[in-house]
Every structure is written in structure tokens, then in C-alpha cells.
């Protein structure tokens, strides 16, 4: 029960670290916003064009705001439109160019305002992409910092030596001290106590090891020593192998790209052929050089880009700001509509549909202890009070919950992996771990002067929401959440008929969660998951689309994930994925708008005589049609439509 129920057989070696550690890892390096590129000239074409936005609108001569708007367009423009030429060096046309093309056709004919915003929109776009992408990348190199640099190896003469993990070898022999991390794979050959491998299973407590018992890279021991012989390459290390899982999944899963993108090459493509058709057949048959220039530049404004762009991003956008301010952050517009896309969920565990800690949930008295609750609680927690371990830290919990007074105690001491004795009250008080349990509890036993008083059951506690978000999920998509998790089939069938929930797995490694994710993607199914930990993030990053909960979640999980639910409300997640559908709903409506609008133009340019100013009054018309009815989604009734109570 207490800090010692994590330790080894040693209590001669002094503790070179704290016992506990949170269970979110430290944070590792992490790129800032403004040391990438992208994101500074993002920047600076932003500022320039709401400065001269602001001088625009109030009547300020060109001279003045003109200047920021060429600022806007250089700071902006000059990447994708060195990335458009080396396309066109490698025989491709791609929007970006066209859309480059097409802010600076609107700048010849004085529409400078809406050619800037186009290009404040890509920069924009440009710079969150690689952002996220940077993020990624710090943490999964953060993740190899939970693998210690060095480790303690003990040669064949007894001594010790301290070597780089990465030169340990299959066979060596290790000495792990209190509260050091595991540098190897292994097996433990002398120790007793508990290990802390939530990085890698998610399990919610420590877990007993005895001799014979595997143990993990990165996860951290007790307050105990363990001797762990190394059976495999710290480069094959399960805390390895999720990296490796990590990067493998980022590098293959199939980008999903907005509509826009799918077809930009032919799209392109065909502008540009149309537009030199336009110029170049009415010069063929007499058409004055002015006529033609004039024509075809009228067709190349209408048939932009401008209004099929503006379609896709504002409802993207607009969800995105919408679940933003319901604690549900969503971190590209390509996310908000991967998450639309989903038919099928798989959900972790711990930390997940549960809370991720234990909580005292039965405080049982022996009739013959002459002790109420209250009582066997305090007696319990007043032992625990020195104790670092969760399980004791739950009991010291419960009691001051209840408002309990807890007596003073001395002569504590702790047997690792039986539990904690200490002199409550002047008699002595051994609070430990039943031998057996019932469905997935701890039971904790209370004895007093060697005589049982009672039993304490402690369990990780379902989220209050966890049913009905379930049952919302089941509802979107048809068929009822699968439970993945790396913890003992007793605790996640518990959790499963708590939930609703029928197909589990349960001792799951990370690796094991990435097969079932694929295996119901190679079945044709669009899978989300949602997850919280290290042991999570291949799976988040394997899926259709990923969620991660935010209070508790590793910065690994967090930084794959599609989004982050901040606040750790379960119902939120199909709040947002209904919320991504509608805005998926009109994206095709504006589409359809957008689409229709540029054959008519189009049509009138080639078949009539269609003057320019009608033209870009249309083409901005559209645009600007197609983008107030993307910002619909900001209204707080296009959430609450996707709130489980409304499903």
C-alpha cells in the first residue's frame, strides 16, 4: 500500500529519485511557433494586411496602405510560389500557383483587398501544417527521454559500474535503485515490489514484480532495488518499438486532403488551358490584342479557385472555433473532417472511459472490530499518511474527504508488495493488499495488534459520462465502441458492462492496439480512437482520426492526436464528431453554390459578352455567399445539436 510496496528486497539502498512521478511525462524539446519559417512569414503577411485593412476601410490614401498590402502578398506568396515553380519543373501544376496567379490577376484589376486575403489564407494554412508536424516530431523524440540515459551495471565481480543504456547488452546484469527508471528490457532475477508501467500498458497502479517477472524500458521504479537481467537490445525495447510505431503510422496513414486538394492538379490544369484558349482562338479570328487580354482575364477571375477554396474553410473553420470554445480542440481543418469520416470507434481504458486513478469505493468493518466506517477508514488512512504509493494515497484521500481526523503515527515501515505497518494510537496498524480480489478491486485489509478489522476496496472509477458517451457513439456510427486496452481482462470486462460496450481486448502492448485499429480499417471500417497515454499514441496516430484526453494524456498522445478534449468530458467526442458531419453537410452545399456560380460565369464569358466588373462582382459575390454560410457553424445551437442528449 505504501511507497515501499513499489520497492525491492533491499531497504539498505537510499532512494536516488522520488518514488512517484506523474503519470503524464515531462514535456520534451518542443519547437516554438515562430522558429519555423512558415510561421514567421505567415505572421508578418497577417499583421501587413489587417494594418492595411484598417487603412483601407478608413479612407486612407493608397499611397499609404498600399505598400502593406504588397508586404501581405510577398511575406505570404513568395514560398508556394517557389513551391509552384519547382512544381512546373517537374511537368506539374498545382492551386497553390493558380491561387498565386489569381491574387495577383485580382491586384492588376484593383481588387488588391481580396487577392491579399487569398494569400493570408494559404500562408496561414501553410504555417499551422508545419507546425503540426513539428510538434510531432519533438514528441516522439521527447518519448525516447522516458528510456534513462544511463543505467547501473553490475559486473561479474559485484561491482558496479554506470554505463549509456544504449551499450547495454543482452545478458547484462542490472541494479535498479529507488525511483530510477528501467533502462532495458528484462527479467527480474532478485526484488521485490511494484513497477510503474503505465507508459507502456496504461494500467492505472503499480504492478507487483517478483523474480521471473518481465519489466519494461522507461517504466519507473519503486522505493525498493530490483536486479534485472537485460533480454533485449535497447533499440528493440517495447518504449523503442512505440516510437518506431509512431513515425511508421505518421508516414503511412493516407493523408486526407480537403476536396479542393483532390483534384487541384486537373482543376489547375484546366484553368490554365481554358484561360489560353480564351486569349489565344478570339486573336486567331481577328479579336483586337485589348478584347482578347481583357476576355481572358475575365475568365480567369471567375473561374478561380477563390469561391470552391472559401467553400471548404470557413464551416471547417468555424467548427473548429466552435469546439474550441466546448473544450475540444481540433487542430486542422483536415482533422475536423477526418472526424466526420468515422464509422467505427475503438476506445482505450484507463484514463479514458476511466479516470485513470484508484478511488476508495467500500469501506467494510469486521462486526467483531467494533469500528463503524468512518473509523476503519481513519484508522487505515492514519497509517497511510507517510505513504507515497497511489493505493495509500487513495485512502489518505477518502478519509480527509469525509472529514475524518487521522491520529498521528510512528514507527512506519513497509514490506514491499504486502503493504505498510506503523503505531496508530499505540497499537499497530498493517494496512496491505488482500491475496485475492474480487472482479477487478484491490481489496486492502486493515489488521490491528495482528487481529483483521476490515477490509478497504479501492477501484479505478468510470467517468460519470462514460455510458452515455458510448451509447452516442454507437448511435453515429452504427455499431457499439471496441475497448482496447493494456489492462488485466477482469478490469476491462467491468468496464465494458458498464459501458455498453461487447467486443473487449484487453493485455494489449501498443503494438497489439495498432493491429485491431488496422485490422478494422482493412475490414473497410474508418476508425476513431480515443486514448490518453504513451501506450495510446500509435494507435491515435494509426487511426482514421485520433482524439486524446487532455488533463492526463502524455504529450506524445496529445501531439498525435487529431484533437485534444481539454476539459475530459467523454460526451464531447461525439459532440464533435456530429459537429464535423454537419460541417462536412455544407461544405458540399457551398460547393454546389460555388460550383454553380463559376459555370454560370464561365458560361456568360464564352458563350456572351460578360464585362469585368460583373465578373468579380459575381465571383465575390459567391465568395462572399459561400462564406457567411460556412460561419453558420459558430452559432452555439451547431453544437448542442451534437451533444449525446440530442443524438
Known sequence: MCSCMVCGVSTTLAPTAPATTPRRPAPGRRTRVLALPEARWALVSLLAFLAALTLDLTGTPAWAYGPLYALAYAAGGWEPALEGLRALREKTLDVDLLMIVAALGAAAIGQVLDGALLIVIFATSGALEALATARTADSVRGLLDLAPATATRVREDGTEETVPTSGLAVGDLLLVRPGERIGADGTVLDGTGEVDQATITGESLPVLKTPGDDVFAGTLNGTGALRVRVGRDPADSVIARIVALVEEASRTKAPTQLFIERIEQRYAVGVVLATLAVFGVPLAFGASLADALLRAMTFMIVASPCAVVLATMPPLLSAIANAGRHGVLVKSAVAMERLGEIDATALDKTGTLTEGTPEVTAVRPLPAAGLDEDALLALAAAAEVPSEHPLGRAVVAAARARGLTLAPAGDFTATPGRGVTATVAGRTVDVGRAR???????????????VPVGTLVLTDRLRPDAAGATAALTALTGTAPTLLTGDNARAAARVAEATGLTEVRADLFPEDKVTAVRGLQEAG???????????????????????????AGSDLALETADAVVVRDELTAVPAVVRLSRTARR????????AGTCITVLVLWDLIGHLPLPLGVAGHEGSTVLVGLNGLRLLRESAWRSGTPQEA
Open 436 to 450: 485475492t480480489a474480487a472482479d477487478d478491486a484491490t481489496t486492502v485489509t486493515v489488521t490491528r495488534d495482528g
Open 525 to 551: 471500417r474508418k476508425v476513431l480512437f480515443v486514448g490518453d497515454g504513451v501506450n495510446d499514441a500509435p494507435a491515435l496516430a494509426a487511426a482514421h482520426a485520433g482524439v486524446a484526453m487532455g488533463r
Open 586 to 593: 455544407l461544405v458540399r452545399q457551398n460547393l454546389v453554390i
